[in-house]
């Protein structure tokens, strides 16, 4: 190995090197479907379009003024002055397709998909037993969902899972006493402009008592140039229930910037436990650009766990409002940044409450100039008391390129509290991978086990099915890694 | 050293290597030759080169070679990297292993054998073979579910190093001071695992500082290594001579401080 180091730095590139060069650009599901849709909205956004949308839809009128309201804080809230403003910049809002609606209609059988549809989950390499699980789940295509089932026993239990426009079509009380309570409109610009054009994403209402056994999953798909994706999600968990969502997309590669900026509300009544799980795998043209944010009443639980690799920019800071005593918060969250990435991720815990507790552990990695920034809050109101709460960021760069930086912010007004930071930045250590290597483990493959070690934590709270497809991913992003 | 085998038995081949770390020579002309079916030993002070040797047969980056020759069953292998050399069949059990926290023991363990092997072993053939091994070197089940050499004591260490050499199978096993840190039973059981790679085919080069291991696994040559070179060998009872006089008589130095475990 010795002399190897000193011969291929001269020569001409290595197979090895051409190879990774081509993984870069050749995104692995940068495929699409031949666009069928019935109808598309102009480019821009426009009152006309908004009103468009909401009549297009059949919304009652207190939806449609909720997003034209919406539309005027858009126009006039100014972009935000932190993150990557460059990149933030760049985004032409004019130049985006706000609705699309496509030629299916909801279906329920699994039969009734279309198979181009069924084409992009066979490419996904969604394993025939994951397929089952299919019968439970929203498969958002474009802006609306084509494919619905809710898996008898969930009916019987009373459990709601339903897209988000059907959901206000069949449960417009429920919907319209919690919607936007959360996440109001006014938040800041990218919630406004997702109250505005909102199409899509779940509602989930669980009645009071009821434990779902299984998660509930979506799967995303951007598929139209310039198109962007408004979901909005809404999880109602009533005292004492529980429920674990579970969201991953991946999303085919288009020469111009696709904007994706959600807003997911969660709900957390006294007693309930909510998780929420993402695996995000935008292609590197993506906007990701996604507000999150739940309440937790008395003794109530939320988990966000939050996996970020892909897209060109992601600013994304799951929230957390502890309001009741004895409410508990965590978010574990991963990051993977590559070449000309940037993941702006972290979390946010506002402690409202006495005795309430937290945990942020959050784990980034960089390679090939890529670029990780955790940016955290955590808040104590005066008078909460006994707040316990522990923040773990961890940043682990594969090369000299790329970059991690921590913003962590406290504010705490309360003088009871016990709060703990700890922040390491690490390089895959040389020592490590000859440990690796000298066992016949290739140096791509060294680095994947080293780095899917580092997102251990992270993967083991994934159902299984899902922490061999992140596993897979990491080893494919890792092909050709350190060169 | 002599060999009496003709060229085909030749495992390795090691000659006038020269080897600098971070600009500072380390090896200053070894010479060795190992043949099939032998047992070598390598003693030597602390700071000698031992590991050094070691490593550079197993390729670590960081160990530049600069001059001379190792040749692997008449291959030359310098420049290879440590992958390569382990799908060759040489393997280290390490002086100090390393730990990699997340990955759990069973899916290391089952990777590096199919990486080895060059295919995918079913998972319940494996799981048989693996449990036999860990039987044989007295590794609890425990230990599959811990992450590798994560917390582990020094000698739980040396018992996972030399149960990945008996899945790996190598031709060409490197264990550099295996012994220490070993307690007395699992020394024996460690030793018997050490004995188990040996065979007519494949060949044993034991790093050590103490006779103790040798008194199981029965070395064909002793070599003592002093200043980066073999400045001795001899056979088996050269260790037990070492063992009772230290170094003095052989590197006509004195000892510049006592030897550590
Ligand atoms: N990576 C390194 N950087 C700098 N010096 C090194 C490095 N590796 C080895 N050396 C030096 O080379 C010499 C030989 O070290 P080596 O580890 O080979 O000794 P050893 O014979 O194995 O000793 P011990 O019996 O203590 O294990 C020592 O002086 C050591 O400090
Ligand atoms: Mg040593």
Known sequence: MSKVDESTESKTPSRDELALEGIGTDYKYGFRDEEDYVFKSGRGLTKEIVTKISQMKKEPQWMLDFRLKAFDIFMKKPMPTWGNCDLLNDIDFQNIFYYIKPSIKGEKNWEDVPDNIKNTFDRLGIPEAERKFLAGVTAQYESEVVYHSIREDLEQQGVIFLDMDSGLREHEEIVRKHFATVIPAADNKFAALNSAVWSGGSFIWVPEGVKVEIPLQAYFRINAENMGQFERTLIIAEPGSFVHYIEGCTAPVYSSDSLHSAVVELIAKPGAHIRYTTIQNWSRNVYNLVTKRAVAHANAKVEWVDGNLGSKLTMKYPAIYLMGEKAHGEVLSIAFAGEDQHQDAGAKIIHGAPDTTSMIVSKSISKNGGRTSYRGLIKVYPDAKNVKSSVKCDALLLDEKSRSDTYPTMEVDEKEVSIEHEATVSKVGEEQLFYLMSRGLSQDEATAMIVNGFFEPFTKELPLEYAVELNRLIQLEMEGSVG | ?261
């Not at chain 2, 054998?113 to 799981?127: A, D, L």
């Not at chain 2, 790996?168 to 024996?188: F, H, N, R, W």
Request: with cysteine.
């Open chain 2, 1 to 261: 050293m002599t060999a009496s085998n003709s060229n085909s038995k030749r495992i390795l081949e090691i000659i006038d290597l020269h080897v600098k770390v971070e600009d500072k020579e380390i090896l200053k002309g070894v010479n060795l030759t190992i043949n099939a079916g032998e047992v070598h030993a390598i003693m030597g002070r602390n700071g000698s080169g031992k590991s050094t040797l070691s490593y550079t047969v197993m390729g670590h980056p960081r160990y530049k070679v600069t001059g001379g020759q190792m040749l692997y069953k008449g291959q030359e292998i310098s420049e290879m990297s440590p992958d390569e050399r382990c799908k060759l069949g040489i393997s280290l059990a390490f002086q100090y292993p390393v730990a990699i926290s997340g990955v759990s023991v069973s899916n290391f363990l089952r990777k590096i054998t199919n990486s080895k092997r060059g295919k995918e072993i079913p998972v319940k053939e494996f799981r048989q073979e693996l449990k036999a091994a860990m039987a044989k070197l007295g590794v609890k089940d425990e230990f599959l579910s811990r992450y590798v050499n994560d917390g582990f004591s020094g000698g739980e260490k040396k018992r996972l190093e030399i149960l990945q050499l008996s899945l790996l199978k190598p031709s060409l096993a490197v264990l550099d001071e295996t012994d220490s840190g070993l307690d007395i039973d699992a020394l024996k059981t460690v030793s018997e695992g050490v004995n188990a790679l040996a065979s007519d085919e494949t060949a044993i080069l034991l790093i050590t500082h103490y006779q103790r291991m040798l008194d199981y696994v029965q070395p064909d040559f002793v070599h003592v290594f002093q200043d980066g070179k073999i400045v001795t060998s001899g056979g088996k009872e050269l260790a037990l001579e070492l063992e009772s006089r230290g170094y003095d008589w052989v590197t006509g130095e004195p000892a510049s401080e006592p030897a550590k475990v």
